[in-house]
T-cell receptor, first 112, second 117 residues
Framework: GQSLEQPSEVTAVEGAIVQINCTYQ??????LSWYQQHDGGAPTFLSY????GLEETGRFSSFLSRSDSYGYLLLQELQMKDSASYFC?????????????FGRGTSLIVHP | EADIYQTPRYLVIGTGKKITLECSQT?????MYWYQQDPGMELHLIHY???????EKGDLSSESTVSRIRTEHFPLTLESARPSHTSQYLC????????????????FGPGTRLTVT
């Protein structure tokens, strides 16, 4: 099975850099994804790591280390609009369903 | 921009009523999903489908049923609504992932916020 752990809440100030961690226990997976969800809104896809290392998309970067069972989302130059919940998800490689498993989500609060 | 729609956006209904939440996507995606999410909480998968005439139950038992008669349409039905069904229901779709490096990105609809009184 799969199990993902994320901090429940992270706070930071505008303009800063913040890292949201995701540790997992899984029997095998294809990759680690990140989604953003604003209050009252729908989750939207941010990034995907199929291989170990860093993937950069503008102000957001995502990292995966399979040997450490660990990944993170890095947000730079924080803006007030980045206040949202962030979910990590894995797509299992076994079982045949390929249904992603989501973490519980991390609420990011950005202060002025 | 994702083309996945849900109706109604908000619904208040009495206990015992039968309701159907609609979900449609125009992207031609084979896979579709229903999630239940309480405010500030995690996503719980309640149903999914690989394609027409294929439906499976997810991790959460929600006393609901789904159907997939057309690729673009994946309605969710509650036969008898209860206050415990009060929640947000999110529909999503994704392409069939053909390769390991594919993200299998899910596109989510705007959600239906259901209140059962």
């Amino acid at each position: 099975g799969q199990s993902l752990e994320q901090p429940s809440e992270v706070t930071a100030v505008e303009g800063a850099i913040v890292q949201i961690n995701c540790t997992y226990q899984t029997s095998g997976f294809y990759g680690l994804s990140w989604y953003q969800q604003h209050d009252g809104g729908a989750p939207t896809f941010l990034s995907y790591n199929a291989l170990d290392g860093l993937e950069e998309t503008g102000r957001f970067s995502s990292f995966l280390s399979r040997s450490d069972s660990y990944g993170y989302l890095l947000l730079q130059e924080l803006q007030m609009k980045d206040s949202a919940s962030y979910f990590c998800a894995v797509r299992p490689a076994s079982g045949g369903s390929y249904i992603p498993t989501f973490g519980r989500g991390t609420s990011l609060i950005v202060h002025p | 921009e994702a083309d996945i729609y849900q109706t109604p956006r908000y619904l208040v209904i009495g206990t015992g009523k039968k309701i159907t939440l609609e979900c449609s996507q125009t992207m031609g995606h084979d896979k579709m999903y229903w999630y239940q999410q309480d405010p500030g909480m995690e996503l719980h998968l309640i149903h999914y489908s690989y394609g027409v005439n294929s439906t499976e139950k997810g991790d959460l038992s929600s006393e609901s049923t789904v159907s997939r008669i057309r690729t673009e349409h994946f309605p969710l039905t509650l036969e008898s609504a209860r206050p415990s069904h009060t929640s947000q229901y999110l529909c999503a779709s994704s392409e069939w992932e053909g390769a390991q490096r594919s993200a299998g990105e899910q596109y989510f609809g705007p959600g239906t916020r259901l209140t059962v009184t």
